[in-house]
């Protein structure tokens, strides 16, 4: 049995990078170097409206998140930092920020593989979505005897001193996860937190993670509840609650550990369902498993599946983009948790990308790149003194895009290279009117002096083409209002505001 399902996955990952590179004509030593050739490699097929390079380039020109769940250890293993490197622009630790392996004793606190989860994204540019601050499971077993004001005063403890140490460098939390009951019940799950410390623990807890990262957005996430049922339900009605009583919260997680064949119906209904409450919602944990072993038929009801929930996400404005529960079936959570199931995410155990990685580069590169408009700044008092509003030369068009929520916000940036020359590097400049603060960045190093911020270009993307666009973003502070900047430069250049 287990031979022969190594023969057809074998099969089946010389029959895509054979399919593949016969059409980028590069066969020849093809199989020796599979694994490598499978990251980064060209994705254009007949009807994909780009010829893309990665995941990760198209998630950027549409400004959503393509995001991985990354274990640090595995970074060592060649193929798998290749793929990470290249095809995701966020990662989120999958153990490595949970309460047992922050804090695995009272108040001592271990942050070395969480660390090595910021320093990595760090190191290429991408966003860090943290995960988990309260969690039912992987609690370490010091918390299992402590009475009800103990707990409380531990969880907020662990909340204040994790989103501490990372204050600045998260763009957003799972504060709480999988607090729900399954069933139809609506209920709340029956958790030690929920038993001994009441209702109010879940509020707590994003209180006390608005005050210890007051930067970061603040989420609740949770599985089976993608479609509309009495779990989302009863997470819709908490959300509502908190907006109509002023408790922090900011998003909504949507984790989707599906199975083929059975992406709910009402998935953007749902989605958007919570969008109109006023928080941003995100698929947090996709992964769609099936029996195994796979095959050709399986594995295109799941490649379906993929881009169905692509879609689903691009539908909604407020939705920030999606994250796969890792990048290899080789090292999927699945088959211990469901054994006869697997063959989840996109690559192989081989990391041959499976149907399912060109469904969902499929769905990223497809329909128009929406061009944001820049809202329409209310009119604050500046702290100083902003420079008057120069001519733009006609050598570059930028793209700023806020997005605020309490006193933080992210901002996009999409610059177009409108002059006459292709460049290889650049240096981009804007001042704030209102005295926001920029805390960390992605896909440029950015610094600030008062109001002035500039940015340069990473290593990788300090070329454009004429007519070539870039992008960059950053997380940050502000005081209550969030005017977007009104004029930038580019190396020198004050551009068109697009
Ligand atoms: O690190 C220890 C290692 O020292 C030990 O030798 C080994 C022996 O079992 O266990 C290792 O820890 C494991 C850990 O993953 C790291 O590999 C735990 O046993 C194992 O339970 C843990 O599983 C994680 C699971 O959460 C915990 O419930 C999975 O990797 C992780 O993918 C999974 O992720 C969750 C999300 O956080 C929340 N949503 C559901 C999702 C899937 O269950």
């Given at each position: 049995m287990l031979?022969?399902?190594?023969?057809?996955?074998?099969?089946?990952?010389?029959?895509?990078?054979?399919?593949?590179?016969?059409?980028?004509?590069l066969?020849?030593?093809?199989?020796?170097?599979?694994?490598?050739?499978?990251?980064?490699?060209?994705?254009?097929?007949?009807?994909?409206?780009?010829?893309?390079?990665?995941?990760?380039?198209?998630?950027?020109?549409?400004?959503?998140?393509?995001?991985?769940?990354?274990?640090?250890?595995?970074?060592?293993?060649?193929?798998?930092?290749?793929?990470?490197?290249?095809?995701?622009?966020?990662?989120?630790?999958?153990?490595?920020?949970k309460?047992?392996a922050?804090?695995?004793?009272?108040?001592?606190?271990?942050?070395?593989?969480?660390?090595?989860?910021?320093?990595?994204?760090?190191?290429?540019?991408?966003?860090?979505?943290?995960?988990?601050?309260?969690?039912?499971?992987?609690?370490?077993?010091?918390?299992?005897?402590?009475?009800?004001?103990?707990?409380?005063?531990?969880?907020k403890?662990?909340?204040?001193?994790?989103?501490?140490?990372?204050?600045?460098?998260i763009?957003?939390?799972?504060?709480?996860?999988?607090?729900?009951?399954?069933?139809?019940?609506?209920?709340?799950?029956?958790?030690?937190?929920?038993?001994?410390?009441?209702?109010?623990?879940?509020?707590?807890?994003?209180?006390?993670?608005?005050?210890?990262?007051?930067g970061?957005?603040?989420?609740?996430?949770?599985?089976?509840?993608?479609?509309?049922?009495?779990?989302?339900?009863?997470?819709?009605?908490?959300?509502?609650?908190?907006?109509?009583?002023?408790?922090?919260?900011?998003?909504?997680?949507?984790?989707?550990?599906?199975?083929?064949?059975?992406?709910?119906?009402?998935m953007?209904?749902?989605?958007?369902?919570f969008a109109?409450?006023?928080?941003?919602?995100?698929?947090?944990?996709?992964?769609?498993?099936?029996?195994?072993?796979?095959?050709?038929?399986?594995?295109?009801?799941?490649?379906?599946?993929?881009?169905?929930?692509?879609?689903?996400?691009l539908?909604?404005?407020?939705?920030?983009?999606v994250t796969?529960?890792?990048i290899?079936?080789?090292?999927?959570?699945?088959?211990?948790?469901?054994?006869?199931?697997?063959?989840?995410?996109?690559?192989?155990?081989?990391?041959?990308?499976?149907?399912?990685?060109?469904?969902?580069?499929?769905?990223?590169?497809?329909?128009?790149?929406?061009?944001?408009?820049?809202?329409?700044?209310?009119?604050?008092?500046?702290?100083?003194?902003?420079?008057?509003?120069?001519?733009?030369?006609?050598?570059?068009?930028?793209?700023?895009?806020?997005?605020?929520?309490?006193?933080g916000?992210?901002a996009?940036?999409?610059?177009?290279?409108?002059?006459?020359n292709?460049i290889?590097?650049?240096?981009f400049?804007?001042?704030?009117?209102?005295?926001?603060?920029?805390?960390?960045?992605?896909?440029?190093?950015?610094?600030?002096?008062?109001?002035?911020?500039?940015?340069?270009?990473?290593?990788?993307?300090?070329?454009?083409?004429?007519?070539?666009?870039?992008?960059?973003?950053?997380?940050?502070?502000?005081?209550?209002?969030?005017?977007?900047?009104?004029?930038?430069?580019?190396?020198?250049?004050?551009?068109?505001?697009?």
């Amino acid at each position: 049995m287990l031979a022969t399902h190594t023969k057809d996955r074998e099969r089946m990952r010389i029959h895509h990078l054979t399919r593949r590179h016969a059409r980028s004509g590069l066969l020849a030593g093809l199989l020796a170097a599979a694994s490598v050739l499978a990251v980064g490699v060209t994705v254009a097929q007949p009807g994909t409206a780009e010829a893309a390079a990665s995941l990760k380039s198209l998630a950027d020109a549409k400004g959503r998140d393509i995001g991985f769940a990354l274990d640090p250890n595995r970074l060592s293993e060649g193929p798998y930092k290749q793929i990470a490197d290249a095809e995701f622009n966020l990662v989120v630790a999958e153990n490595a920020m949970k309460w047992d392996a922050t804090e695995p004793n009272p108040n001592q606190f271990t942050f070395g593989q969480g660390d090595a989860v910021v320093n990595y994204a760090a190191s290429g540019g991408k966003k860090v979505y943290g995960h988990t601050l309260v969690w039912h499971n992987q609690m370490p077993n010091w918390t299992a005897n402590l009475s009800g004001p103990d707990l409380l005063a531990a969880m907020k403890n662990h909340i204040a001193k994790v989103a501490g140490h990372f204050k600045g460098k998260i763009f957003a939390w799972d504060v709480v996860n999988e607090a729900f009951a399954d069933g139809g019940s609506g209920g709340r799950r029956d958790s030690i937190l929920q038993q001994r410390i009441g209702n109010s623990w879940i509020e707590e807890a994003f209180r006390a993670a608005r005050a210890a990262d007051p930067g970061a957005k603040l989420c609740i996430n949770d599985y089976s509840t993608d479609g509309i049922n009495a779990k989302s339900t009863a997470i819709y009605n908490l959300v509502r609650d908190f907006k109509a009583r002023g408790v922090p919260i900011d998003c909504v997680g949507f984790q989707a550990h599906l199975i083929i064949g059975q992406v709910p119906g009402d998935m953007q209904a749902n989605l958007q369902r919570f969008a109109d409450l006023g928080v941003d919602v995100r698929v947090t944990e996709l992964d769609i498993r099936m029996s195994t072993p796979a095959n050709a038929t399986k594995l295109a009801t799941q490649a379906a599946d993929y881009k169905k929930v692509v879609n689903i996400c691009l539908a909604v404005a407020r939705c920030g983009g999606v994250t796969v529960w890792g990048i290899t079936d080789k090292y999927s959570w699945i088959p211990g948790v469901f054994p006869g199931e697997g063959a989840a995410l996109i690559w192989d155990e081989n990391y041959a990308p499976k149907p399912a990685y060109q469904a969902v580069a499929d769905a990223l590169g497809s329909g128009p790149t929406p061009v944001p408009t820049t809202p329409v700044p209310t009119t604050p008092v500046p702290t100083t003194p902003v420079p008057t509003t120069p001519t733009p030369t006609g050598n570059c068009t930028v793209t700023y895009v806020p997005n605020s929520w309490g006193n933080g916000f992210t901002a996009e940036i999409r610059i177009r290279n409108d002059g006459p020359n292709a460049i290889n590097s650049w240096s981009f400049g804007f001042y704030f009117p209102a005295g926001q603060q920029v805390t960390n960045a992605w896909n440029a190093t950015v610094t600030q002096s008062g109001t002035q911020v500039n940015a340069r270009n990473m290593s990788y993307n300090g070329a454009l083409s004429v007519g070539g666009t870039v992008s960059f973003g950053f997380q940050g502070t502000h005081t209550g209002s969030n005017p977007s900047p009104t004029s930038f430069t580019f190396n020198g250049s004050v551009c068109r505001n697009g």
